[in-house]
């Protein structure tokens, strides 16, 4: 249980100071590719 907890509170602080903004793009990106495939399918589909 404590060992598991560390391991997300390390992951955290590490996401925290290297990879914060990378990981804020990625999901920014990855969310408009999802609703213009969403979009597409839409269409596709009427």
Sequence with gaps: MSGEGGFYLI??????????NDLANSVDV??????????AHCFSVF
Excluded at 11 to 20: A, E, F, G
Excluded at 32 to 38: F, L, P, Q
Aim: aromatic share 16%; no cysteine.
């Design 11 to 20: 992951s955290m602080h590490y996401l925290h100071m290297h990879q914060i």
């Design 30 to 39: 990855a969310h408009k590719y999802d609703i213009g495939v969403n979009f």
